[in-house]
């Protein structure tokens, strides 16, 4: 994470933003440059083989099922620990769920095996963990809570490696995968962008994960959920005044996906600021009925 960057685009929109939108900044540039500090350590990476890769990619299979990334289990509950501390002073919790996430045991349980297998299931888990600490829906220490902390942690930790697979990969024809999920940690796309002067590999559209910041190329005119290149069933739409943040819609499936057009951004790009941003978006897609899956089913060849 290139914080000097993220703090320059944070600070850009918190000039104009206000009420809750400015505190949410907030809150995250403090969390971003606590990733940033767990993400400088320099750790060893599985020697990654390019023609393995490009094997596993050709293959449908994300890069980290080659290659997982090793997680220190001692530097992670060290993260977790960070994290959740910073969590419960600063998210504007109520007091009974910041003091919930306090006492909350969220790593005692933590094994090497389920960091190896976090990487390419997060889902599983978060919820192993969160069902371990008692997380409740109903209760003060809540389920999302609990993945927030984990993912938010585990994150700084999956940069690097995932990096190092994307380089090993090379010149890899994007095309060959043609998958809305991330070619390293198999996560779903989070976010995407388009209009930047030199596109990955010919790509019209750039995609981006929100677990590992991987990056990859993306047909402009498909589908990012469930890969329909039906044209009249894909549509772009904005709120009004913001043409740099989009819903792109599927009528195939009813998913969508946010996108960043830079030719209308005047903010420094920075995707992890802009996932941020664009999130008010998705309330905006799911009064519309579209999620952020699909109900598309298979992807289309």
Not at 19 to 35: D, K, T, Y
Not at 128 to 133: I, K, Q, S
């Amino acid at each position: 994470m290139n914080i000097d960057l993220v703090s320059r685009a944070a600070e850009a929109y918190r000039e104009e933003a206000t009420g809750p939108a400015a505190v949410r900044l907030g809150f995250l540039q403090g969390l971003w440059e606590i990733q940033a500090a767990i993400e400088a350590v320099e750790r060893p990476h599985a020697a990654a083989d390019g023609d393995a890769d490009n094997d596993a990619l050709v293959g449908g299979q994300p890069l980290f099922a080659a290659y997982p990334p090793e997680v220190p289990v001692a530097e992670f509950i060290d993260a977790v620990s960070r994290i959740a501390e910073y969590v419960s002073d600063a998210a504007g919790l109520p007091d009974e769920h910041a003091e919930a996430l306090r006492g909350a045991d969220l790593t005692s349980s933590i094994t090497d095996e389920q960091l190896r297998a976090a990487a390419l299931n997060p889902e599983a888990f978060v919820a192993a963990v969160a069902d371990g600490a008692g997380a409740g829906a109903d209760g003060p220490l809540t389920p999302s809570t609990v993945a927030f902390v984990l993912l938010s942690a585990l994150t700084p930790f999956l940069t690097g490696p995932a990096a190092a697979a994307l380089k090993a990969a090379g010149d890899h024809d994007w095309r060959a995968w043609g998958q809305g999920r991330c070619p390293v940690c198999g996560s779903g796309a989070a976010l995407g962008r388009m209009g930047e002067s030199t596109a990955i590999q010919g790509a019209d559209r750039v995609l981006w994960c929100g677990l590992c910041h991987a990056e990859w190329g993306y047909e402009r005119i498909r589908c990012v959920r469930c890969g329909t290149r039906s044209q009249d069933r894909l549509r772009y739409s904005h709120i009004e005044d913001d043409p740099a943040h989009r819903l792109h819609l599927c009528d195939e499936c009813h998913g969508y996906t946010r996108f960043v057009f830079l030719n209308d951004l005047r903010k420094p790009l920075s995707m992890p600021v802009e996932d941020a941003v664009s999130a008010r978006l998705e309330a905006v897609a799911l009064e519309s009925g579209y999620t952020a899956t699909g109900d598309g089913g298979a992807a289309r060849c």
